[in-house]
Structure formats: C-alpha cells, structure tokens
C-alpha cells in the first residue's frame, strides 16, 4: 500500500494545489472524489476534488493510508473499522445510524473524522455519497443506476448540478485531447470510401448527430445503431479504404467487439470514442478519443461526446469547402422542397 506522501505525489487538485504544483493533469482518466489527508503542518484539511494520474484509487484506500500512520485508541479503532468494511453504506447513513451500529457515541464518529480532515459528518456523507455513484454509475443497468441514484438527486439544485456535471465532462475531455488527434479523425473520415458511424441504445444519439451532420459534407456515409444482425449485413462490404466510427461507453455491448473485429480483419480503419484509455475496445482503434460521460442521476451525459464530434464536423467542413458548399447546397434544397426541416 502506498504511504501518504506517495499518494499527493499522485494527485492533481482542481480546487487549490496544495503540493507538487508542477504536475500537469495529462491524462484520461476519470476525476475521483479524494480525502486529501496531509500531515497537520501542512495545515490543509478540506476535501479537495483531484485527478488521479496514473491509476484510479478509491477514497477507502486514502483512508485507510492515513489511518495507517495514526495512533488510535480503542474507540477509534472500532470507528476506523466500521468505515474501512462498510464503505458501500457510508453514503446513506446518518451519524446517529453509526453511533448505534458501531456503539460509540456521535460526538466520537465526527472527532474522529475531524482528526481525518473532514470538517465534519455531513461533508463526509456527501463524499462518500459521491463516490459510490462513481464507483457504481459504468457498471450498472439503468434500472440499477434509477434506484441507487434516485435518493441523491437534489430537487432544488438539479438544473445546477446538471450543467455543473456537463461543464466538468467538456473540462476533462478537453484537457484529454489532442487537436492533431481530431485533424486525424477528420482525414481520415474524408478520405475513406465508406464511413460506417455506429454505436447503440442511449449512446445512439451520438451516431445520429454525427451521421446526419456528415452527409452535408461527405457521400457514402452510413449509419448502424440497431444492435442486431442488420448492422453486421451491412459490413459484409466493409473493406481497405473504409472506416467505421465507433462511439461506446460502459457497459460496453458484446456486438460492438464482433463489428471491431471484421473491420480489423478486413483492413479498414478504425476510430472509437469511448470513456477510458483502458477501456476494453481501445486495443482495437487506430484513433481513439476519450469523452467523460458522467451523469448526475440514473443516465450518462453525452454532452461531452457530442462537443468532440462537433469539432471533427468543423473541421471536416474546411477540407476542400467549394465540394462541399455544393453538396450541402443541393441538399438543402431539396430538404426545403419537401419541408423536411
């Protein structure tokens, strides 16, 4: 296990640095919420939220760190217990619930999170309460994610908390992305003979965008975003000179893998943009971008997906614009003769 000072060594803060200043946030993964324990002379003992580089580590390993090099007594040992084997429960539990279940009094519970650098118990709910939506939020069905994830929902900061989540999404997906990574995508869309632009259930919505946007500009560009064997039909032809555009976020469809594999196999390129640079469908890409897609509640946000998709239609549209003004010309007026708007 790691020892405290190598875990601030580790860690970039988004609200105060409060130690390796020099350290560049340079990758993908994504913003946990962290218990920022340092040694009292530092005299930082707020909860700050930070980016792991490097790998991703839960708030239950930075307790139990600092736990480590302290000193407890037997009551405090029993708190310390309790936190360390409970931690799937901490999020919806009162002090009072804790006090009873642990048999220590109140008073006890938020001095020992005070000497963590908590500022008290309900700061250290709301944490907890934050991380295991993290921790749950990729691996869960939507049903799952409704029932965790209902009781957390403010009513009254919804709207706030909705386009907090979405500004933070954009945030770290900009940081994580490349221009020349976008340039990349571009030509290669352009140049390829037939454009497959995929993906399924909620993430669909990406498809359609990129998709109906892309025809203005680009011919031979199709779009697959019914996960059944009509998508696989429609790559029988897929070959060298082709590319398929491949968005796919957790929980990863099985299809997605089978789809990868027969354009791998057939030589044509490949673009995915998907959450994680660990994620399971980046070994096969030739291009791959990652989108933070955080949500608030029960869904993903796409937000962020959709801001990197219209910048590769940006710069499509500057390749060789004469052709292209044309096309979206003719389209446009046939669009207008039908009023289909």
């Not at 939507?142 to 706030?160: Q, R």
């Not at 959709?306 to 549209?317: D, F, G, K």
């Amino acid at each position: 296990m790691r020892s405290p000072q190598q875990i601030r060594t580790r860690l970039i803060f988004t609200e105060k640095i409060v130690c390796n200043s020099e350290v560049a946030a340079i990758t993908g993964l994504k913003p946990l919420i962290a218990a920022i324990l340092l040694p009292k002379s530092l005299k930082y003992t707020k909860i700050y939220t930070s980016q792991l580089v490097g790998e991703d580590v839960s708030i239950v390993e930075l307790l139990a760190n600092k736990i480590k090099g302290l000193i407890l007594t037997k009551t405090e040992k029993k708190i310390a217990d309790y936190l360390l084997e409970h931690q799937d429960v901490l999020g919806v539990k009162t002090v009072t619930d804790l006090s009873l279940e642990i048999g220590v009094s109140d008073t006890s519970i938020i001095r020992f999170l005070r000497l963590l650098g908590f500022s008290g118990y309900v700061e250290f709910k709301r944490i907890m309460s934050e991380q295991m939506l993290q921790r749950h939020r990729f691996n869960m069905s939507v049903g799952e994610k409704y029932i965790k994830t209902s009781e957390f929902v403010d009513k009254k900061n919804v709207l706030a908390d909705v386009m907090k989540s979405a500004i933070a999404n954009i945030q770290s997906s900009l940081e994580n992305t490349q221009i020349e990574t976008l340039r990349d995508i571009a030509d290669c869309l352009s140049n390829s003979k037939r454009k497959y632009i995929i993906a399924f259930r909620s993430t669909s919505c990406c498809a359609s965008y990129m998709y109906r946007k892309l025809v203005y500009f680009l011919p031979d560009v199709f779009c697959c975003d019914k996960a059944d064997s009509s998508v696989l039909e429609n790559m029988m032809d897929i070959t060298t000179g082709d590319c398929i555009l491949l968005y796919s976020f957790p929980r990863y469809s099985e299809i997605n893998f089978s789809i990868l594999e027969i354009a791998k196999e057939r030589g044509a390129k490949i673009i995915v943009v998907t959450d994680k640079i660990t994620s399971p469908l980046a070994a096969y890409a030739d291009h791959l971008l990652t989108a933070s897609i955080s949500g608030v509640g029960f869904t993903n946000s796409y937000v962020a997906p959709m801001c990197l998709s219209e910048a590769i239609l940006l710069l499509i549209s500057k390749q060789g614009r004469k052709n292209k003004v044309k096309r979206a010309a003719v389209l446009d007026e046939y669009l207008n003769k039908y009023a289909m708007y």
